[in-house]
């Protein structure tokens, strides 16, 4: 049963707008949540975290809401630019689960010029 | 030079044949891993290690195994490649999750493995 999950698989948004990609998460014991940008022919490449303890992290144009009681976490991208175009993976992990990241399968953004 | 790089970037072999990947680091990190992603699935983690003498299976671990022959070095084998093993591998690291408060891994560039 997937533990982390991106259900839209895709989303399309026109340069200088927000861009939203949405994750939820089944595990309540989760206590650390994080979100991986992937290019092409390259690894993934971390992008901005967030700790349970916490509802909201924000690193320039990248802010990631954490809703526990819904088990939910979204990450907003403001203003959205073409080099944001990329594959992102929402990941979490457990401390008492020997601290492994599970990935979501991915979501895949499109910047519109 | 990249903190983790990856030997080879593109393999085609055929079924049956042993294949092993190559994982190197220069982060310093005492914990290392291995993933595979397919299309439409995500990053599934095969194998991790969080020092030399710890080895341990991920979700995937069936038809895989792994060496840790240095902090900085984890190799990954098909000893029997079949064409489902047909991905992209990641080879990640990390550094201790209890010390830094943070479960940030850094992946490395990626082996585009075929199994005709």
């Known amino acids: 049963d997937q533990q982390v999950k991106q259900n839209s698989p895709s989303l399309s948004v026109q340069e200088g707008r927000i861009s939203i990609l949405n994750c939820d998460y089944t595990?309540?014991?989760?206590?650390?949540f994080l979100w991986y940008k992937k290019y092409p022919a390259e690894g993934p490449t971390f992008l901005i975290s967030i700790s349970s303890i916490k509802d909201k992290n924000e690193d320039g144009r990248f802010t990631v809401f954490l809703n526990k009681s819904a088990k939910h976490l979204s990450l907003h991208i403001v203003p959205s630019q073409p080099g944001d175009s990329a594959v992102y993976f929402c990941a979490a992990s457990a401390l008492s689960g020997s601290e492994k990241l599970v990935f979501g399968k991915g979501m895949k953004l499109t910047v519109n010029p | 030079d990249a903190d983790v790089t990856q030997t080879p970037r593109n393999r085609i072999t055929k079924t049956g044949k042993r294949i092993m990947l190559e994982c190197s680091q220069t982060?310093?990190?005492?914990?290392m891993y291995w993933y595979r992603q397919d299309p439409g699935l995500g990053l599934r983690l095969i194998y991790y290690s969080f020092d030399v003498k710890d080895i341990n299976k991920g979700e995937i671990s069936d038809g895989y195994s792994v060496s840790r022959q240095a902090q900085a070095k984890f190799s990954l084998s098909l000893e029997s490649a079949i064409p489902n093993q047909t991905a992209l591998y990641f080879c990640?690291?990390?550094?201790?999750?209890?010390?830094?408060?943070?479960?940030?891994?850094?992946f490395g560039p990626g082996t585009r493995l075929t199994v005709l």
């Open positions: 982060k310093g990190h005492d914990r």
């Open positions: 595990n309540s014991m989760f206590d650390y």
């Open positions: 990640a690291t990390s550094d201790d999750r209890v010390t830094l408060h943070t479960d940030t891994q850094y």
